[in-house]
């Protein structure tokens, strides 16, 4: 009689399968990470494989401070947006997201319905690593009867009266003067994608909103970069903000372009720039006329670091033209000016031509859509005679001559073509 016994086994297994006891301990690290996160207590190589498998939705209170690893914030920063250019955040993606997820909730952050909490809390979880802030929307309180107070206003006059009383934007006093390491600031105070829902009011920057952000701008003292475009700035909100960024010490580019600002407010800008290391100035499609480019003339003849002066699509015609010219005779800064579109003619060409036979600094002229005309080039092509600095100079629509056009290329060419062998 012979006994026969039977073992039932799994034909598919194999001590291979088993995970060591390390695996185990991370998968258990990975899964309670939240409530526990360890990573600083473990050797590098299980630090790696920690990171590897964090997931990108863990609350940033547990991760801002802790993850510092490179490749988890690229895979935070991918998941959520489908355009990733770190090269624009300095190659760190860590900076990137904290960057970008600041924008996002103040571009949607709704004055007395968002809670303030969302960005307070963020503050010390961020604080250092954005340096720099580009929000191009602010959204207004809501009103529960905006269509009926607003029946009867008119398009413009009214609506900015209704914007000053009801339209009070986030204050960013208490965020951007506790971010130790801001350096550039890009605002825009309207309403992105309104659609048919449009109205003068949420384009509005109240008086309030100017003084919030003055006091701060006051007090952000390593800002490098400030931008404050398309947002309805006019002559007294200039005058407030260029008196709270006098003497700034760190304060290089402002950029005001696509705004109100008229004479008295250039008058404003001029001083600013006696009294900053200014050395860009964007004021392009604003409202100034040849007082205000006089006061603008006078401070680059006196006393000024600038080296780039964007006045395009202004109106400060001959006046204003000829007072910039008299001034860059003793001006040794400026580098590039820009007068494109402002009603320029003959008088404003003959006062560059001596600009162009003296002055050794400038590099960049652009004088397109004005009205030089045939004796204006002739000008110009007489002071580049001796020229050996100038690399740039535009004259389209400026009914300068065909001939006189093509030897101020010429020259121009030559001009950029030794700089490059330089």
């Known amino acids: 009689y012979y006994a026969r016994r039977c073992i039932t086994e799994d034909p598919n297994w194999s001590l291979v399968t088993v995970p060591h006891l390390t695996e185990l301990c991370i998968q258990h690290i990975v899964h309670n990470f939240e409530k526990n996160p360890i990573l600083d207590r473990l050797?590098?190589?299980?630090?790696?494989?920690?990171?590897?498998?964090?997931?990108?939705?863990?609350?940033l209170a547990v991760t801002a401070n802790l993850v510092s690893d490179e490749e988890y914030w690229k895979r935070c920063c991918i998941e959520r947006w489908q355009l990733c250019d770190v090269s624009n955040y300095g190659d760190s993606w860590k900076r990137m997201f904290f960057e970008r997820h600041l924008e996002n909730i103040l571009k949607c952050f709704i004055p007395n319905i968002t809670d303030p909490k969302q960005v307070l809390e963020l503050i010390p979880l961020c604080k250092g690593y954005v340096r720099k802030l580009e929000i191009d929307q602010f959204l207004p309180p809501v009103q529960v009867d905006q269509k009926e107070e607003t029946d009867d206003l008119s398009d413009i006059g009214s609506d900015a009266e209704f914007g000053e009383v009801f339209m009070q934007h986030y204050d960013l006093s208490n965020l951007i003067t506790a971010l130790p390491h801001l350096e550039e600031l890009h605002l825009?105070?309207?309403?992105?994608?309104?659609?048919?829902?449009?109205?003068?009011?949420?384009?509005?920057?109240?008086?309030?909103?100017?003084?919030?952000?003055?006091?701060?701008?006051?007090?952000?003292?390593?800002?490098?970069?400030?931008?404050?475009?398309?947002?309805?700035?006019?002559?007294?909100?200039?005058?407030?903000?260029?008196?709270?960024?006098?003497d700034h010490p760190c304060l290089v580019e402002l950029n005001l372009a696509h705004n109100l600002i008229g004479d008295k407010g250039a008058q404003a800008l001029g001083k600013l720039i006696s009294r900053s290391r200014l050395e860009t100035l964007d004021l392009c499609n604003n409202q100034i006329c040849h007082l205000g480019a006089q006061a603008l003339a006078q401070a680059l003849a006196e006393k000024s670091t600038l080296t780039s002066l964007n006045l395009r699509l202004n109106c400060v015609e001959d006046k204003g033209g000829e007072a910039i010219g008299h001034a860059l005779l003793t001006n040794k800064t400026l580098k590039s000016i820009h007068l494109g579109s402002n009603n320029l003619s003959e008088s404003t060409a003959t006062q560059f031509s001596q600009v162009l036979a003296q002055n050794t600094t400038l590099r960049s002229i652009n004088f397109s859509c004005n009205h030089l005309g045939l004796d204006g080039g002739k000008q110009l092509l007489k002071?580049?005679?001796?020229?050996?600095?100038?690399?740039?100079l535009d004259l389209r629509r400026t009914e300068v001559d065909q001939e006189a056009e093509y030897l101020i290329h010429q020259i121009v060419w030559a001009n950029r073509e030794a700089v490059r062998l330089q």
């Open 43 to 59: 050797l590098p190589e299980h630090q790696r494989k920690v990171l590897d498998r964090l997931s990108t939705g863990l609350p």
């Open 188 to 246: 825009t105070y309207g309403v992105k994608d309104c659609g048919m829902n449009f109205e003068w009011y949420l384009f509005n920057f109240t008086n309030q909103d100017c003084s919030n952000l003055a006091s701060a701008l006051r007090m952000c003292r390593r800002l490098k970069v400030f931008k404050l475009t398309r947002s309805n700035v006019d002559d007294e909100k200039t005058k407030l903000l260029a008196r709270n960024l006098t």
């Open 383 to 392: 002071g580049l005679a001796d020229n050996t600095t100038l690399t740039e």
